[in-house]
């Protein structure tokens, strides 16, 4: 099994803002793992806020390339435990490598993901579209660029309830709120009741990722749920999450990959936790991993491929919110490059 490692600079068609940073590219790793002619595919992008490089991951997946040729007979799920004692440390690297070891695998067996895991595709839920934080003219302008039934809304502004304001008159659509770690628990008491008049649909991550005294309270006089991200990014999180929030967003780089993910939304469903996977400006391969594990969850945020100007695969298409598979097997993807 070779290992065959694509550094990428994906560009967005629109600068992407959140409440800690703007950015107008996003460097990507695509991780090929090819046994005999058939090949498997992962992603994972870097990430300022959790110290992850492409150097860093590259580097790190160098060092275990003898390793992982021996591995090519194992079932994703001892491949991973094999791969977690190496990579503890980069759950990114691990991911993108957990995530191309699915796609061998389902690929070998001449399966696409979710056949593979018996998933029922039949009922998943939509994806939302994400507006950054901008002026309020431009979040505007987004909007009527791209009509959806579902927006996820970036604030962490001084004018936060302004824009919403501004963004309800446009649109009769679902909204979600995703403060990332920006607002106080005060802050976020009284915001969530001003904004569930306006229909918003829940608060992503309103306080800073260790302020557990914080989300208790929160918890508990918050008029709208509170869904946990930067709070929760390994296994164990969800445990500790649990009656803190009342829902966590699994994002696959964060915890290691597929094999974890799943885990973790099993563990989250057993505490009626509302599952969520969202997904950090990938290309269509990331994104079309997630697609798998759709009918487990309650919302998804996979629009990451939608905001790039150059994806570098085909896979799954997005259309109105809806999620159509490709026919092929594996995760769905073939690369353009």
């Not at 290992?3 to 600079?9: A, E, Q, S, V, Y």
């Not at 002619?37 to 790190?60: Q, R």
Request: charged share 25%; net charge neutral.
């Amino acid at each position: 099994m070779q290992l065959i490692l694509r550094p990428h600079l994906l560009k967005l068609e629109h600068t992407f803002t959140i409440s800690r940073q703007s950015f107008d590219t996003k460097p990507t790793l695509i991780v090929e793992l090819k046994d005999d002619e058939i090949s498997g595919y992962g992603e994972a992008s870097s990430n300022p806020y959790y110290h992850i490089t492409i150097e860093k991951m590259v580097e790190d997946l160098e060092k275990i390339q003898p390793l992982i040729s021996t591995y090519a007979e194992d079932t994703p799920e001892v491949f991973w435990q094999k791969m977690h004692s190496k990579l503890n440390h980069n759950m990114f690297a691990l991911c993108a490598l957990d995530m191309a070891f699915h796609d061998l695998y389902a690929r070998k067996k001449e399966k696409k993901l979710y056949e593979l895991w018996g998933f029922d595709i039949s009922k998943n839920p939509l994806t939302n579209y994400t507006i950054g934080i901008d002026t309020i003219e431009n979040m505007v302008l987004k909007m009527k660029e791209k009509p959806w039934p579902i927006y996820k809304i970036k604030l962490g502004t001084k004018e936060d309830l302004k824009i919403v304001k501004a963004l309800r008159k446009q649109s009769n659509a679902i909204f979600r709120i995703d403060a990332n770690c920006a607002w106080s628990v005060q802050e976020t008491i009284e915001n969530s009741m001003e904004l569930k008049k306006l229909g918003v649909e829940f608060i992503e991550q309103p306080l800073p990722a260790n302020d557990w005294l914080g989300a208790k309270e929160v918890y508990h006089n918050s008029a709208l749920p509170i869904i946990a991200d930067e709070s929760c990014q390994v296994e164990e999180d969800v445990q500790k999450c649990f009656g803190y929030f009342h829902g966590v967003n699994i994002k696959l780089p964060k915890c290691g990959g597929l094999t974890p993910a799943k885990r973790m939304i099993a563990v989250a469903k057993s505490k009626n936790m509302k599952t969520m996977v969202g997904c950090m400006t990938e290309s269509s391969v990331g994104i079309s991993a997630i697609a798998h594990l759709l009918p487990h969850l309650d919302y998804v945020d996979m629009d990451g491929a939608m905001l790039l100007k150059n994806d570098l695969a085909t896979g799954v298409k997005i259309k109105n919110g809806i999620i159509e598979y490709p026919n092929l097997n594996g995760i769905g993807v073939k690369l353009n490059t």
